[in-house]
Nanobody, 117 residues
Framework: VHLVQSGAELRNPGASVKVSCKTSGYTFTRYYIDWVRQAPGQGLEWMGKIHPGHGETNYAQKFQGRVTFTADTTTSTVYVELSSLESEDTAVYYC???????????WGQGTQVTVSS
């Protein structure tokens, strides 16, 4: 399984950001993909998941209304878009496909998102 995430982003407060995660080496439409982030000095924070096969999404309550997951089956790529950014959204964002184990098994290299004026 190979995962390639988009590059680092710098945004002003109130803006939006969209991060991509291109996958290969497994059946893209078979498993959920989690999005997880890690702020400086903090632990991992689960943002939600998407099933590229049927499009089902499940967002953590904290991000409801502010986050959108999408999947492009033609390129085996998933996206996370986060709006109304605040400085507290500064973090490294990871995509993490699941496997038959039912948990996030593979991890992208991470995308640094920095929110600063």
């Amino acid at each position: 399984v190979h995962l390639v995430q988009s590059g680092a982003e710098l945004r002003n407060p109130g803006a939006s950001v969209k991060v991509s995660c291109k996958t290969s080496g497994y059946t893209f439409t078979r498993y959920y993909i989690d999005w997880v982030r890690q702020a400086p000095g903090q632990g991992l924070e689960w943002m939600g998941k998407i099933h590229p096969g049927h499009g089902e999404t499940n967002y953590a309550q904290k991000f409801q209304g502010r986050v959108t997951f999408t999947a492009d089956t033609t390129t085996s790529t998933v996206y996370v878009e986060l709006s109304s950014l605040e400085s507290e959204d500064t973090a490294v964002y990871y995509c993490a496909p699941r496997s038959d184990l039912g948990i996030a098994t593979y991890w992208g290299q991470g995308t640094q998102v920095t929110v600063s004026s």
